[in-house]
C-alpha cells in the first residue's frame, strides 16, 4: 500500500487515501454448489428491477397475488400493492406441509450452557398459540407490543406471533435502560410488553422485568405485561396487568388462524439505535420487506436446506430481524441462536457454539472480529471450525486487516467472505458481494446487489466515477422504510432532501476504478483538513493496522489554521515505549501509510472507548471532548464511565 496524493475536488466530496489491491476469487468448489452461478442476474435485474423482485416475492406464500408490482411516489413506495398475505405463513405454515416439519428451526444455548431445540413444528404451535393469548389479551390489529427480552427463543416466538394476528412489534434490546424502553414504549402508544425475568449475560442476571417496571411507572398507554421465566428470579407481579408466558401457551388453542395483511401494511418498528439525535422509529412492511429479507438470505447466505446458520446479532437490532427471524424462516433454515457474551466462561465460547453445532454459515460484526484478534488466535485454533463454508460481516466497515484475519483465522482460507451494507432503514442488505461470483477487496462491499442501483454523488448529485463522496440509492427497494413513526417532516429531512427523488444514507463512500465500492462510514465521520475532506474510517483503518492498537477512533477538532485537525483515540496493547515515543511511531505509520495530510495531531491513549450497546464507537462525544464542549446524550452508552476517564486523559 503507497501512499498516493489526492487533488483537491472543487464540488464537496471526500478524499480518497486508503488504497487496497488485494483481491480473491470466489473457489471453484463453492463456485458450483453456488445458488448464484450466472452473472446475468445483474444484468436482468439491471432491465427491468420490478419484474425481478416479482420473481422473488412469487417463491413466498401470498393469500392474494398483488396487482402492481411497485407504485412509485417519492418518496413513498408501494411494493406489490394490492397483494394479500401474512407473514407467518412464508415463514412457518408452509414448512409444516414440505418436508420441513420435523426439520431443526432453532438449536439455542443459553449463556449458562443449557440447550433447547425447536423444530418448525414446535415454533409454529407456540407462534399460534401466543397469538391466542395476545388476542385474549385484547392485541388487535395495527396495535403495538413492545418486547424487551433477552436472546432466547420466545424472542423470535413473540416476534412471529404479534406477525401471525397484524400487531406491530417494536423490540427492545434488552440491554437498554428503563428510560430508553419508557421513551419507545411511549413514542408509538404501545398497548402491551413482552417480557422476562431476566436473561443471562458475562455470568450475571439482567433484571428485564424489574427495569420494565421501572418503566412502566411511566407509561400510561400499556395495558398487559406477559412475563416469560427464563430463569425462576424472584420477581413481583402486578395483579391483573401481569401474566406468565408459559400459563398463557398451556391455555391457548394450538392454531391461529393468521391475520392476512395489505401488502403495505406496517409489520413492525424499530428504533435506530442512532449515534446522533432521539431515536428514530423506523417503520417497515408486509411484502417488500419479507421479500427483500427473503431473496438476499438466499443468495447472499447461500443457504442451502443442510446448512447451519448462525448470525450473532440481537433481535434487538434490525440485523437480528431479517437475519435471524423473518430471512432465514421464511428460506427454511436451521440456526443457532446463542443468548449471552463470546467471552463466557472464556474466550473461546463463539468457536465452541460452531464446533458443536456445525455452523456452516457465519454473520457478525467488524467490532467482534477485532475483539477475537486482539484476543488471540489459540482460541478459534482450539476449536474445529471445519464445517464453515461462508462468512459474513455487517455494521460498520471492516478494515482490511481484520478482514485478513478473518480470512485466515476463522475460515482457513477456504471461506468467501461476504461484507454487507445496509440499515435499520434499507431493511436488508443493499451491497454485497455474491459469494459465487464476486471477487472480493477487503474493506470493500463490493457492489449492489441485483435490483439495487447504489451510486457515488457530490452535493449537487453529479455522479463520481472514480473517487469519494456520498452513498446514494437512486431507486425503491422492497425493504425500505415507510417513514419514520410519528414524524412525516423528519422522513422527509433526513433521507430525501439531499438530492431530488434519491434516497441519502447518510455515509460516505467511494469508488475505485473498477466500480467496486468502499463505504467510508457516516458523513458525521467526514471532517475537513484544509480543504481536504477526508473520511476519519480511513484514518482509524491505518491506525488499527499497527501491531500495538487494538481499536482507534479519530475524530475532527477545531484548528485555526487547518480548520479541522485531527485528535485519535487509540487503546493499544501492553507496551514498554513511552506514551510520547508511541505516538511519534504512530503518526509516522500514518503518514507513511495514507499520507501526511492525515496525520493525528494529537493521539490520546486509553483504556476504553465509548461505545453503543451494539458496538458502534460513539466518536460524537470524543468529539465533544476534543472541541472542549459539554458532553451530549450519553443516555445509550454502554459504560457511561468510559467518559470521564477519557475526558480527564485529554484535559492532561
Ligand atoms: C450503518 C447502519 C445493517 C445492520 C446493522 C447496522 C454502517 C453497516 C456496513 C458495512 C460499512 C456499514 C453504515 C450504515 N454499516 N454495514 N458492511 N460496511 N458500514 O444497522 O444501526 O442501522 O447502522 O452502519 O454506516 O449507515 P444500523
Redesign the pocket.
Known sequence: MKNKKQHKNSSKTIDTLLIENRKFKPKDSFKKQANVRNADIYKTARKNPVKFWEKMASELVWKKKWEKGLIWKAPDARWFDGGKLNVTESCLDQHITNGNRNKAALIWEGEPGDKRTFTYYDIYRDVNKFANALKSLGVKKGDRVAIYLPMIPEIMISMLACARIGAIHSVVFGGFSPESLKDRINDSQVKLLITADGGYRKGQVIPLKHDADVALADCPSIEHVVVVNRGGFLLRFKEGRDHWYHELLEKADSFCKPTYMDSEDPLFILY??GTTGKPKGIMHTCGGYLTGVYATTKYVFDLKNDDVFWCTADCG???GHSYIVYGPMANGATQVMYEGTPNYPDKNRFWKIVEEHGVSVFYTAPTAIRTFMYWGREYPDGCDLSSLRLLG?????INPEAWIWYNEVIGHKNCPIV???????TGHILITPLPGLTTTKPGS?TFAFPGIEAAILDENGNEIKNGGGFLAIKTPWPGMLRGIWGDRERYVETYWTKWKDIYF???GAKIDSEKYLW?L??VDDVINISGHRISTMEVESALVEHESVTEAAVVGSPHKIKGECMVAFVTTLKSKKSESELAKILTDFVSHKIGAIARPEKIIFTPDLPKTR?GKIMRRLLKDIASGKVLGDTTTLADPNVLSKIKSKYED
Open positions: 435506530t439505535s437490532w434490525v440485523t460481516t455487517v455494521g460498520e466497515p461484507d454487507t451494507w445496509w440499515q435499520t432503514e462491499a444514507p447518510g455515509d463505504i462510514g457516516r451494539s
